[in-house]
């Protein structure tokens, strides 16, 4: 079945930091890729998304690239802020048949941005 | 505006009772879809309906159930069989390709 796998966490950076968090998936078919966030004690927000081999998903400064050779969709951000922290999820919809519109998660990653 | 309204955001439940958290959404979607989020283990599926009066079980079914007698509304019963009902759950709808979450509900059992 389908499955996403995030860097262990949680982060810690300062201020301006640059920021990888690495996502890799395994899929049948052609999935969609998306990055997703979420602030305490609230629902989900998307982030960015991509969703055909080598789109490059982009939002608020953060960047994530579709890579089919590597099954990865990592997300970067080249300076964060301390009002990133949050928790960030890397979630698929798989491109098979019998998926039925259903996202699946990776793990989540908290991130901690100190001043 | 558009979006989807889950309530209430806090419930407390004594062991083997039965709760209910609903989730209502103006957006005209055809899809809802019920997730746990439990920490260190991202979201997953509980159930999930494409359309009215259709659903199907998700990944993690057992001791839940749900209904969609109309397009606006997915509500979903935690049971006195789920094991370990305390949790963040959330409820999504979907028109192709994008997604909307509700806030979420926090259920503790006491």
């Known amino acids: 079945g389908d499955s996403v796998t995030q860097m262990e966490g949680p982060v810690t950076l300062s201020e301006e930091a640059f920021l990888t968090i690495n996502c890799t998936y395994t899929a049948t078919g052609y999935p969609s890729l998306f990055w997703y966030v979420q602030y305490p004690g609230e629902g989900l927000q998307l982030l960015l998304k991509?969703?055909?081999?080598?789109d490059k998903g982009s939002n608020k400064g953060f960047e994530a690239t579709y890579r089919k050779e590597t099954t990865s969709f990592h997300l970067e951000k080249g300076s964060v802020q301390v009002s990133d922290s949050a928790v960030y999820f890397c979630a698929l919809r798989g491109g098979g048949g019998t998926s039925y519109g259903k996202l699946t998660f990776g793990q989540g990653t908290i991130l901690t941005v100190h001043p | 505006d558009g979006g989807i309204t889950q309530s209430p955001k806090y419930l407390f439940r004594k062991e083997g009772q039965n709760v209910t958290l609903s989730c209502e959404q103006n957006l005209n979607h055809d899809a809802m879809y019920w997730y746990r989020q439990d920490p260190g283990q991202g979201l997953r599926l509980i159930y999930y309906s494409q359309i009215v009066n259709d659903f199907q079980k998700g990944d993690i079914a057992e001791g839940y159930s749900v209904s969609r007698e109309k397009k606006e509304s997915f509500p979903l019963t935690v049971t006195s069989a789920q094991k370990n009902p305390t949790a963040f759950y959330l409820c999504a709808s979907k028109r192709d390709p994008d997604y909307t979450f509700g806030s979420g509900t926090r259920l503790t059992v006491v």
């Open positions: 991509a969703t055909k081999a080598d």
